[in-house]
Protein backbone atom coordinates (compact mmCIF):
# COMPACT_ATOMS: atom_id res chain seq x y z
CA UNK A 1 0.00 0.00 0.00
CA UNK A 2 2.67 2.23 0.82
CA UNK A 3 4.85 1.49 -2.50
CA UNK A 4 1.53 2.36 -4.18
CA UNK A 5 0.69 5.82 -2.27
CA UNK A 6 4.20 6.47 -3.63
CA UNK A 7 3.54 6.01 -7.06
CA UNK A 8 0.27 7.19 -7.38
CA UNK A 9 2.05 10.88 -5.57
CA UNK A 10 4.87 10.55 -8.02
CA UNK A 11 3.18 9.98 -11.32
CA UNK A 12 -0.04 12.41 -10.60
CA UNK A 13 1.92 15.13 -9.12
CA UNK A 14 4.35 14.99 -12.76
CA UNK A 15 1.23 14.80 -14.70
CA UNK A 16 -0.31 17.78 -12.74
CA UNK A 17 3.01 19.78 -13.54
CA UNK A 18 2.79 19.12 -16.89
CA UNK A 19 -0.87 20.15 -17.62
CA UNK A 20 -1.07 22.86 -15.23
CA UNK A 21 0.76 25.75 -13.37
CA UNK A 22 3.46 25.03 -11.38
CA UNK A 23 1.66 27.03 -8.66
CA UNK A 24 -1.90 25.70 -8.98
CA UNK A 25 -0.12 21.71 -8.68
CA UNK A 26 1.20 23.06 -4.87
CA UNK A 27 -1.99 24.38 -3.60
CA UNK A 28 -3.91 20.85 -5.06
CA UNK A 29 -1.43 18.72 -3.54
CA UNK A 30 -1.58 21.06 0.03
CA UNK A 31 -4.87 19.28 0.13
CA UNK A 32 -3.41 16.37 1.27
CA UNK A 33 -4.15 16.77 4.79
CA UNK A 34 -7.74 17.34 4.38
CA UNK A 35 -7.62 13.40 2.80
CA UNK A 36 -5.35 12.50 5.41
CA UNK A 37 -7.41 12.98 8.75
CA UNK A 38 -10.82 12.70 6.99
CA UNK A 39 -9.31 8.81 6.11
CA UNK A 40 -7.52 8.72 9.82
CA UNK A 41 -10.80 9.46 11.55
CA UNK A 42 -12.53 6.22 11.25
CA UNK A 43 -9.34 3.67 10.62
CA UNK A 44 -6.89 5.30 13.57
CA UNK A 45 -9.53 7.43 15.25
CA UNK A 46 -7.80 10.50 15.30
CA UNK A 47 -10.03 13.30 16.22
CA UNK A 48 -10.35 16.11 13.62
CA UNK A 49 -9.90 19.32 16.29
CA UNK A 50 -10.17 22.69 16.08
CA UNK A 51 -6.99 23.12 16.05
CA UNK A 52 -6.29 20.84 12.75
CA UNK A 53 -9.49 22.46 10.82
CA UNK A 54 -7.95 26.16 11.10
CA UNK A 55 -4.41 25.21 10.36
CA UNK A 56 -5.33 23.18 7.39
CA UNK A 57 -7.82 26.75 6.39
CA UNK A 58 -4.81 28.53 7.19
CA UNK A 59 -2.09 26.69 5.23
CA UNK A 60 -3.97 26.95 2.27
CA UNK A 61 -4.55 30.07 1.84
CA UNK A 62 -0.65 30.38 2.78
CA UNK A 63 0.11 28.24 -0.28
CA UNK A 64 -1.99 30.06 -2.53
CA UNK A 65 -0.43 33.23 -1.67
CA UNK A 66 3.24 32.32 -1.38
CA UNK A 67 2.81 30.33 -4.54
CA UNK A 68 1.84 33.50 -6.35
CA UNK A 69 -1.38 32.02 -7.74
CA UNK A 70 -3.32 34.99 -7.71
CA UNK A 71 -0.79 36.85 -9.39
CA UNK A 72 -0.51 34.53 -11.77
CA UNK A 73 -2.46 33.67 -14.42
CA UNK A 74 -4.66 30.71 -14.13
CA UNK A 75 -6.18 30.93 -17.59
CA UNK A 76 -4.31 27.80 -18.46
CA UNK A 77 -6.29 25.27 -16.67
CA UNK A 78 -7.19 22.00 -17.67
CA UNK A 79 -9.36 18.76 -16.16
CA UNK A 80 -6.50 16.29 -16.48
CA UNK A 81 -4.33 18.39 -14.23
CA UNK A 82 -6.78 18.96 -11.37
CA UNK A 83 -7.60 15.27 -11.48
CA UNK A 84 -3.39 14.59 -11.34
CA UNK A 85 -3.41 16.98 -7.94
CA UNK A 86 -6.22 16.18 -6.18
CA UNK A 87 -5.00 12.34 -7.01
CA UNK A 88 -1.58 13.07 -5.51
CA UNK A 89 -2.89 14.67 -2.62
CA UNK A 90 -5.31 10.88 -2.05
CA UNK A 91 -1.74 8.82 -3.00
CA UNK A 92 -0.18 11.09 -0.68
CA UNK A 93 -2.91 10.41 2.29
CA UNK A 94 -2.60 6.73 1.36
CA UNK A 95 1.08 6.69 1.62
CA UNK A 96 0.33 7.88 5.51
CA UNK A 97 -1.93 5.99 6.03
CA UNK A 98 -0.06 2.96 5.30
CA UNK A 99 2.79 4.03 6.89
CA UNK A 100 0.83 4.38 10.26
CA UNK A 101 -0.51 1.22 10.06
CA UNK A 102 2.99 -0.57 9.41
CA UNK A 103 4.36 1.81 12.33
CA UNK A 104 1.48 0.85 14.50
CA UNK A 105 2.36 -3.16 13.65
CA UNK A 106 6.06 -2.41 14.91
CA UNK A 107 8.10 -2.16 11.52
CA UNK A 108 11.06 0.20 11.88
CA UNK A 109 10.86 3.37 9.59
CA UNK A 110 13.75 2.09 7.23
CA UNK A 111 12.12 -0.84 6.87
CA UNK A 112 8.84 0.72 5.67
CA UNK A 113 10.73 2.91 3.13
CA UNK A 114 12.94 0.09 2.15
CA UNK A 115 10.61 -2.24 1.16
CA UNK A 116 8.25 0.69 -0.30
CA UNK A 117 11.04 1.20 -2.57
CA UNK A 118 12.07 -2.27 -3.73
CA UNK A 119 8.31 -2.74 -4.42
CA UNK A 120 7.87 0.51 -6.63
CA UNK A 121 11.15 -0.83 -8.46
CA UNK A 122 9.80 -4.05 -9.38
CA UNK A 123 6.59 -2.43 -10.47
CA UNK A 124 8.37 0.54 -12.38
CA UNK A 125 11.13 -1.60 -14.41
CA UNK A 126 8.80 -2.53 -17.17
CA UNK A 127 7.76 1.29 -17.43
CA UNK A 128 11.28 2.63 -17.47
CA UNK A 129 13.85 3.41 -20.39
CA UNK A 130 16.86 2.53 -19.91
CA UNK A 131 18.16 3.92 -22.88
CA UNK A 132 17.19 7.19 -21.45
CA UNK A 133 18.81 6.58 -18.55
CA UNK A 134 22.35 5.66 -20.68
CA UNK A 135 22.58 8.06 -22.35
CA UNK A 136 21.91 10.69 -19.36
CA UNK A 137 24.94 9.22 -17.58
CA UNK A 138 27.35 9.06 -20.47
CA UNK A 139 27.20 12.47 -21.32
CA UNK A 140 28.91 13.36 -18.24
CA UNK A 141 29.55 10.35 -16.32
CA UNK A 142 30.90 11.68 -13.43
CA UNK A 143 28.54 14.49 -12.91
CA UNK A 144 25.22 12.77 -13.81
CA UNK A 145 25.72 9.60 -11.90
CA UNK A 146 26.21 12.11 -8.88
CA UNK A 147 23.19 14.16 -9.57
CA UNK A 148 21.17 10.80 -9.63
CA UNK A 149 22.20 9.55 -6.08
CA UNK A 150 22.13 12.97 -5.44
CA UNK A 151 18.64 13.44 -7.10
CA UNK A 152 17.20 10.13 -5.17
CA UNK A 153 18.64 10.43 -1.98
CA UNK A 154 17.77 14.43 -0.92
CA UNK A 155 14.40 14.31 -3.08
CA UNK A 156 13.00 10.50 -2.13
CA UNK A 157 14.88 8.52 0.42
CA UNK A 158 15.57 11.16 3.03
CA UNK A 159 12.07 13.11 2.90
CA UNK A 160 10.04 9.88 2.75
CA UNK A 161 11.96 8.63 6.23
CA UNK A 162 11.54 11.81 7.67
CA UNK A 163 7.84 11.81 6.85
CA UNK A 164 7.80 8.26 8.28
CA UNK A 165 9.05 9.54 11.18
CA UNK A 166 7.17 12.13 12.05
CA UNK A 167 4.10 10.27 12.09
CA UNK A 168 5.60 8.03 14.41
CA UNK A 169 5.60 10.95 16.78
CA UNK A 170 2.51 12.76 16.17
CA UNK A 171 -1.06 11.63 14.53
CA UNK A 172 -0.33 11.14 10.65
CA UNK A 173 -3.24 14.49 10.45
CA UNK A 174 -0.73 16.78 12.08
CA UNK A 175 2.31 15.48 10.28
CA UNK A 176 0.89 16.12 6.92
CA UNK A 177 -0.43 19.78 7.69
CA UNK A 178 3.36 20.31 8.70
CA UNK A 179 4.43 18.81 5.56
CA UNK A 180 1.73 20.60 3.53
CA UNK A 181 2.98 23.79 4.98
CA UNK A 182 6.50 23.85 4.72
CA UNK A 183 6.92 22.77 0.94
CA UNK A 184 6.02 25.85 -0.25
CA UNK A 185 7.34 27.21 2.41
CA UNK A 186 10.94 25.82 1.74
CA UNK A 187 10.50 26.13 -1.70
CA UNK A 188 10.11 30.13 -1.80
CA UNK A 189 13.17 30.30 0.44
CA UNK A 190 15.07 28.27 -1.48
CA UNK A 191 14.12 29.93 -4.39
CA UNK A 192 14.89 33.66 -2.63
CA UNK A 193 18.53 31.96 -2.08
CA UNK A 194 19.52 30.10 -5.48
CA UNK A 195 17.83 31.85 -8.28
CA UNK A 196 17.67 35.19 -6.65
CA UNK A 197 13.55 35.20 -6.48
CA UNK A 198 12.33 37.92 -4.51
CA UNK A 199 8.86 37.26 -3.17
CA UNK A 200 6.06 39.73 -3.63
CA UNK A 201 3.92 41.49 -0.57
CA UNK A 202 1.28 38.45 -0.99
CA UNK A 203 4.10 36.07 -1.66
CA UNK A 204 5.40 37.44 1.99
CA UNK A 205 2.05 37.41 3.31
CA UNK A 206 1.97 33.93 2.43
CA UNK A 207 4.75 32.79 4.35
CA UNK A 208 3.52 34.41 7.54
CA UNK A 209 -0.24 33.03 7.62
CA UNK A 210 1.53 29.69 7.03
CA UNK A 211 4.31 30.09 9.91
CA UNK A 212 0.37 30.86 12.24
CA UNK A 213 -0.78 28.23 10.47
CA UNK A 214 2.02 26.26 11.95
CA UNK A 215 2.56 27.94 15.14
CA UNK A 216 -0.99 26.78 16.02
CA UNK A 217 -0.62 23.06 15.72
CA UNK A 218 2.81 23.31 17.27
CA UNK A 219 0.99 24.91 20.15
CA UNK A 220 -1.89 21.96 19.93
CA UNK A 221 0.51 19.35 19.79
CA UNK A 222 3.08 20.49 22.49
CA UNK A 223 -0.36 21.18 25.03
CA UNK A 224 -1.69 17.12 24.26
CA UNK A 225 1.90 16.12 24.75
CA UNK A 226 1.77 17.58 28.27
CA UNK A 227 -1.63 15.94 29.11
CA UNK A 228 -0.47 12.39 27.91
CA UNK A 229 2.75 12.63 30.12
CA UNK A 230 0.78 13.86 32.80
Known sequence: ITAIGIIGLNVLYNIAMNTISLSIAAVLLSSAPVFVIIIAYPIFKEKITKSKVLSIILVIIGCILTTG???GNASNVTGIG??????AAIFWAIYMMGSKKALENGLHTYTIVLYSILINTLILIPFTSFNQITTFVNADIIRNTIFLILHSTLSFAIPYILLTVSIKYMDSGSASIFTSGAEPLAALIFGMLF???IPTILMFSGIIITIIALAILTKSESYKAINNNS
Request: hydrophobic share 40%; charged share 15%; no cysteine.
Open 69 to 71: LIE
Open 82 to 87: IIGGIG
Open 195 to 197: YSE
